[in-house]
């Protein structure tokens, strides 16, 4: 059982617009939530994180939104870049360990 | 880089091969994971170690054979794998249990072919 979804395994997007990412989890001993990017045949990197007791964190052009009560954290990129194109993977701990999700496509087309 | 380092980065093996995966890290890490990443699939955590002890294993076939001899390194030994194991491994590393702001520092992965 997967305690961490993304449900929409791919994203296409037009430069220069909003992207968003979803994820939904089960947990509700999750108390960290991260958003990791990843190019092909590379491993993924740290792109932003928020605290269960945050509702938002900000980082340039990256935005990450945390609803408890919806058990649901969306990652907003604007404005979108070709360059982000990539595999965007939520995680979440309960105290250290991460649970990732399967990942979500995005195309940022030109 | 990002301070985790993966070798070799590509390997094509037999199935009656052995052969190992090394990983490297030099950030004072004290946890190390190994992840398989299989087409479409999510990222599946295999091996976990805190302070050199293995503290994780999850559910993998004894084909895979980790080591840790320090906290700085990180091995995965493979014999006699099958064509389905072939997928992209990669390791991780971060602080120990608790509360961990960035995460996890993954190296660039080395991808597998089992003929």
């Known amino acids: 059982d997967q305690q961490v979804k993304q449900n929409s395994p791919s994203l296409s997007v037009q430069e220069g617009r909003i992207s968003i990412l979803n994820c939904d989890y089960t947990?509700?001993?999750?108390?960290?939530f991260l958003w990791y990017k990843k190019y092909p045949a590379e491993g993924p990197t740290f792109l932003i994180s928020i605290s269960s007791i945050k509702d938002k964190n900000e980082d340039g052009r990256f935005t990450v939104f945390l609803n408890k009560s919806a058990k649901h954290l969306s990652l907003h990129i604007v404005p979108s870049q070709p360059g982000d194109s990539a595999v965007y993977f939520c995680?979440?701990?309960?105290?250290?360990?991460?649970?990732f999700g399967g990942g979500t496509r995005l195309m940022v087309k030109p | 880089e990002t301070g985790v380092t993966q070798t070799p980065r590509h390997l094509v093996m037999g199935m009656t091969n052995k052969k190992s995966l090394k990983c490297e890290q030099h950030l004072g890490h004290n946890a190390m994971y190994w992840y398989k990443q299989s087409a479409k699939k999510p990222l599946e955590l295999m091996f976990v170690y805190n302070f050199k002890e293995q503290t994780e294993n999850n559910s993998v076939p004894s084909r895979f054979s980790p080591e840790c001899p320090n906290s700085s390194h990180l091995f995965l030994h493979l014999h006699t794998l099958q064509p389905e194991d072939s997928a992209l491994y990669l390791c991780?590393?971060?602080?120990?249990?608790?509360?961990?702001?960035?995460?996890?520092?993954f190296g660039s992965g080395t991808r597998l072919t089992v003929v």
């Open positions: 991780a590393s971060s602080q120990p249990r608790g509360v961990n702001r960035d995460g996890y520092t």
């Open positions: 995680a979440a701990s309960p105290g250290g360990m991460l649970t």
């Open positions: 947990n509700s001993m999750f108390d960290y």
